[in-house]
């Protein structure tokens, strides 16, 4: 079972604990932490989506709404960013939105240098930063690829899925229709290509079947010479010897 599969259960159990809390934001709170402390959740927007913590906005735990978001949509250096307008994070927490972090870089990029890896996730060597990606990410199973310590990066075979940012669902359709258009004009290309070939092809076994015809008239053309010189060859005898004379 991969990743996006294991969160199902987790994202109803958050979804269901939050929709029945009512007139309580500090039990609401209590609940978005523990959800952006979960180690096997990495997707936040259906418990954003609940009427419940919606009304969190403008109340005094309004912070963990912003909280929230930031888990579902944001970064470690956008966290520290704002981190004066944000709840203070746990250790549980911090891994969690680094590993969020790495799977918005992996989206992004398929081969990841470490210096950007150890700047974005704040991490100060090499072998920490490896640490990191095989048992924080790999071993959990959010992403998957190769380590290249020769050349200091990391190749993403796979990364999973974040939720998407308000507006990035119109960009991500506008994005695929253009490719759909560009499939469409690739494959009438294609077609007419094919039907070049085609037409081309027939060509080349009409040229040849011609050739051959040609070339068996011309055989059968020399057949009947021969033989109409030889029938007006005859052999007379003189003597002890042969002479070969030419019938006119």
């Not at 919606?54 to 949509?73: K, P, V």
């Not at 940012?165 to 506008?174: K, T, Y």
């Not at 004009?185 to 092809?201: C, G, H, R, V």
Request: include cysteine; charge should be negative; proline fraction near 2%.
């Amino acid at each position: 079972m991969d990743i996006e599969q294991k969160q199902a259960e987790h994202i109803e159990n958050f979804v269901k604990q939050a929709s029945i809390i009512k007139g309580s934001s500090s039990a609401l709170a209590n609940v978005i932490v523990e959800a952006t402390s979960h180690p096997s959740l990495f997707a936040f927007s259906e418990i954003l989506a609940v009427p419940n913590i919606i009304e969190l906005q403008g109340t005094e735990h309004s912070i963990y709404l912003d909280l929230l978001q930031m888990f579902a949509h944001g970064t470690w250096s956008e966290y520290k960013s704002n981190a004066s307008n944000l709840p203070q994070l746990t250790r549980d927490q911090v891994l969690k939105l680094k590993q969020l972090t790495m799977l918005t870089l992996a989206e992004a990029n398929k081969v990841l240098p470490y210096d950007v890896l150890m700047h974005e996730l704040d991490v100060v060597n090499v072998r920490e930063l490896e640490d990191f990606l095989i048992n924080e990410c790999m071993y959990v199973g959010i992403v998957r690829g190769k380590l290249d310590q020769l050349r200091r990066c990391f190749e993403v075979q796979f990364a999973a899925g974040r939720d998407l940012r308000p507006g990035q669902l119109g960009n991500m359709i506008h994005t695929l229709s253009d490719w759909l258009g560009t499939s469409d004009n690739l494959l009438i290309s294609i077609q007419e290509k094919i039907k070049w070939a085609d037409t081309m092809s027939e060509l080349d076994k009409k040229h040849k079947k011609e050739n051959e015809e040609r070339l068996e008239e011309v055989k059968n053309a020399l057949s009947l010479k021969k033989l109409q010189t030889m029938s007006r060859l005859t052999w007379t005898s003189e003597g002890t010897g042969f002479s070969l004379n030419l019938v006119e």
